[in-house]
């Protein structure tokens, strides 16, 4: 069964590269633009088509990408995990018992308790509600200044274009968990600071990335007629450039997504994240559970467990993702 | 390439500008009263700060001028190399750099060292034998070594090095003319969990390169002059696809600046980023700032360097213009 797969997707791909040195990049681009939504195109369509035409996509995407789906099915069991947190979680994952401290795995506790005897399978799970959050939120903020920055760094060019790209090359050039480490220190541990630190953190990637891709559709035939027929720069970012920079956008937030759960672990690890007793990954690995490892393996093997999984899953979608929405920069 | 090598020294001087305008926003604007902070999280919660502590600290730190005023003298401190007095030891920071950077700088190298033994073969194994299993083994384990978080490996090392031979880190830290053996059974394992980390990406990089090299003309018409695969792969394919891993070097010693501080963390290792965490947990806020500054600078410094060294290499940038 694998191999013909391999061999057609061989061969795809050498169809996607010989294509895509030779023939102008906007006309492959358009193409694909218009079959990946056919949910768009359909406009009016009644509701149950338009189900049935999402359904059929996201099956066409589980033949094509078996491990992409299988990631985007742990992904849809953590969120579900995260939002059920309270009904699922077997116990209560902040409440001390510390007569039971240092159960190693059983029946009751699946995956043992810490030093202060709290369940540590519940904490995880309420754990993917903190990882989640931050880097929903972290990513989904940088990813809309970086379209917003992005488009009109591109669009506007000049001082603006100049000023703000320097400033990127310089984010950039720094270490980001260096960075986010001190504006955790100087605003103080908490769950929006976080957040915020992250977000600084993936901005600039976020720009870089709309920026290019602006760039290239700002000089399309399709823009410049809508500019010429008198349609206005907010008209033309909103509808014309905006909406062609997004799949870009998508497919990189995805992979971000992986990396500011465990930018987030990171800091929660370093004592610089989300202040205890909340449950979050990273501080699960730290303090008591790391000077008692070697007796109560347990407590660092399951939490990183679950980081690992998690992130696994996000850079696994994000390449599937990109394969299938975006060919241009298809793995080879 | 000169014009162009000039372009790229002269903007090294607004990056550096901007870097410390950063820095300083994010030290000095951003947290309010410095002087405060550093009181108050030194007392008991229920005591208040002493209105003239207050104020003598805030002398002390050069607080009291006005922020254009506080920049100007900072940048002035930094130029003459005593800039950042610790609270603590009352030491200049650059003297702490001099102690901590050699160590940090050891580990940085025996990981850029490992991940290039390790990588370039990996990646060209995997594009010469596309598709079959090398390839699968070799995509398996980058993906997964950039899916796991290098702290929770490196407790994970820990752990076993305990359990399976008793080995434990050495709570003194020796420097490579001191005792060999010691600085490397030290620095081996953060090194070589840092390194699967950059060669994940670094085998990734060199197995889409060559794979794009390999469908060129040249190379067909090396195989049909009768060379030998492994001929055609080192010495004609292999080089072109190298450039471009290059550049990449520059991005990851950036993200290794990051990687080593969590490291150093997990294996005690005296570097860097151990002295920063340490400041923090002192709110030594001078020290904190400038070894901020001092992060920024050098991988600024390092990729110029890289991207000089690239335009050298590269004759497409060099014989432009």
């Keep these: 069964m694998g191999l013909p797969r391999s061999a057609t997707e061989r061969a795809e791909v050498r169809a996607g590269a010989s294509s895509a040195t030779i023939a102008p990049p906007a006309l492959p681009r358009a193409a694909v633009r218009g079959d990946g939504y056919p949910a768009a195109r359909a406009g009016g369509a009644p509701i149950a088509a338009r189900a049935r035409g999402w359904a059929r996509s996201v099956l066409r995407f589980a033949h094509r990408k078996p491990l992409g789906a299988a990631s985007g099915a742990v992904l849809t069991l953590c969120v579900l995990a995260a939002l059920l947190a309270p009904v699922v979680s077997p116990h209560d994952p902040v409440a001390q018992d510390v007569p039971n401290q240092f159960r190693s795995p059983d029946r009751t506790y699946w995956m043992g308790t810490d030093h202060l005897g709290r369940d540590v399978l519940s904490r995880i799970i309420h754990g993917a509600r903190i990882s989640l959050s931050v880097g929903f939120l972290a990513v989904g903020v940088a990813a809309l200044i970086g379209i917003v920055a992005g488009t009109s760094s591109a669009y506007f060019g000049g001082l603006l274009d100049l000023l703000l790209q320097r400033v990127i090359d310089t984010m950039m050039g720094v270490p980001a968990l260096v960075v986010a480490m001190v504006i955790m220190f100087v605003l103080g541990s908490s769950l929006t600071n976080v957040v915020l630190a992250i977000t600084v953190a993936y901005t600039p990637q976020f720009v870089r990335i709309v920026r290019s891709e602006a760039l290239a559709v700002k000089e399309t035939d399709y823009v410049v007629a809508a500019a010429a027929s008198g349609a206005s720069s907010a008209r033309v970012l909103g509808f014309h450039i905006i909406p062609n920079t997004l799949t870009s956008v998508f497919v990189f937030a995805t992979g971000a997504l992986g990396g500011a759960i465990v930018a987030e672990a990171s800091l929660s690890f370093l004592g610089l994240g989300i202040p205890p007793p909340a449950p979050s990954w990273g501080q699960m690995l730290q303090g008591a559970a790391r000077l008692h490892m070697e007796t109560f393996p347990w407590l660092v093997i399951f939490p990183g467990l679950t980081i690992t999984l998690v992130v696994y899953a996000f850079n696994m979608l994000g390449d599937a993702l990109r394969d299938v929405l975006d060919p241009r920069l298809r793995e080879r | ?321």
Aim: a positive charge; hydrophobic letters at 55%.
């Design chain 2, 1 to 321: 390439m000169r014009v162009y090598i000039a372009k790229r020294v002269l903007l090294f001087v607004p990056t550096l500008a901007i870097a410390s305008a950063l820095v300083f926003l994010v030290m000095r604007v951003l947290p309010g009263d410095v002087a405060l902070a550093i009181l108050v999280s030194r007392e008991t919660p229920g005591v208040v700060a002493n209105e003239d502590d207050i104020t003598r600290l805030r002398a002390q730190l050069g607080l009291a001028d006005p922020l254009p005023v506080q920049y100007l003298t900072w940048v002035r401190s930094l130029a003459t190399g005593n800039a950042g007095l610790s609270l603590y030891t009352r030491r200049p920071v650059a003297e702490l750099i001099g102690e901590r950077l050699p160590v940090t700088l050891h580990l940085a190298v025996y990981t850029v060292l490992i991940s290039l033994f390790v990588s370039i073969p990996l990646g060209a194994l995997a594009a010469v034998r596309q598709d079959r299993w090398p390839d699968y083994v070799v995509r398996a384990g980058t993906i997964l070594g950039l899916a796991t978080p290098g702290f929770w490996i490196g407790l994970i090392v820990l752990l076993l090095l305990v359990l399976l031979f008793r080995w434990v880190p050495s709570p003194v830290y020796y420097h490579v003319w001191e005792d060999a053996r010691e600085n490397v059974s030290l620095l081996v394992f953060p090194a070589v969990i840092l390194a699967w980390r950059f060669s994940s990406y670094q085998a990734r990089m060199v197995r889409a390169n060559l794979l794009e090299v390999l469908r060129q003309d040249y190379i067909r018409t090396a195989y049909s002059k009768g060379l030998a695969e492994p001929i055609v792969v080192l010495r004609h394919a292999l080089r072109n696809a190298m450039l471009p891993v290059l550049t990449l070097i520059g991005g990851e010693l950036t993200a290794l600046m990051s990687g080593t501080v969590i490291l150093e963390n997990v294996f005690n290792v005296p570097g860097l980023g151990d002295a920063l965490i340490n400041a923090m947990r002192q709110r030594d806020y001078p020290v904190v700032e400038n070894l901020l500054m001092f992060y920024m600078t050098f991988t600024l410094t390092i990729n110029l360097v890289i991207d000089l060294v690239y335009a050298v290499i590269n004759p497409r940038i060099r014989y432009a213009e």
